[in-house]
């Protein structure tokens, strides 16, 4: 059961949309002109180098924590807690970090991708 009161953002982790730099093997990092916001897509990004994913924005203000029976990249999510993302199964389909906490919540979330062989 798809969320329609969330909405949802694919973040593409292309370094040349988004001026994501590497110079000489160093971590990719973003300057976004702000330090929260950098520190949380610089520690999304190196979440993602260590574990294949994919990022989303997730925003909404329907007065829930969870954004309950959103479907990502096939995942319906069933529950969100410790930076957690669990299917309706309990099953671990990825991480988040909370950018705010107030009537209107944002996440970023990003959604493993499973590779082969690997359940």
Same mark, same amino acid.
């Given at each position: 059961?798809?969320?329609?009161?969330?909405?949802?953002?694919?973040?593409?982790?292309?370094?040349?949309?988004?001026?994501?730099?590497?110079?000489?093997?160093?971590?990719?990092?973003?300057?976004? %002109?702000?330090?929260?916001?950098?520190?949380?897509?610089?520690?999304?990004?190196?979440?993602?180098?260590?574990?294949?994913?994919?990022?989303?924005?997730?925003?909404?203000?329907?007065?829930?924590?969870?954004?309950?029976?959103?479907?990502?990249?096939?995942?319906?999510?069933?529950?969100?807690?410790?930076?957690?993302?669990?299917?309706?199964? %309990?099953?671990?389909?990825?991480?988040?970090?909370?950018?705010?906490?107030?009537?209107?919540?944002?996440?970023?979330?990003?959604?493993?991708?499973?590779?082969?062989?690997?359940?």
């Amino acid at each position: 059961m798809e969320n329609p009161k969330v909405e949802v953002v694919e973040i593409s982790l292309d370094p040349v949309q988004n001026r994501i730099v590497d110079l000489e093997g160093a971590p990719m990092r973003v300057n976004l %002109g702000d330090t929260v916001a950098n520190r949380n897509v610089n520690r999304l990004l190196a979440a993602h180098r260590e574990r294949p994913s994919k990022s989303y924005l997730l925003r909404w203000n329907d007065g829930s924590r969870v954004p309950r029976g959103v479907v990502l990249n096939g995942h319906t999510i069933g529950w969100t807690q410790h930076g957690v993302v669990s299917d309706a199964n %309990g099953k671990m389909i990825g991480v988040y970090d909370r950018l705010t906490d107030t009537i209107e919540q944002v996440m970023l979330v990003q959604i493993f991708i499973e590779s082969a062989g690997r359940k």
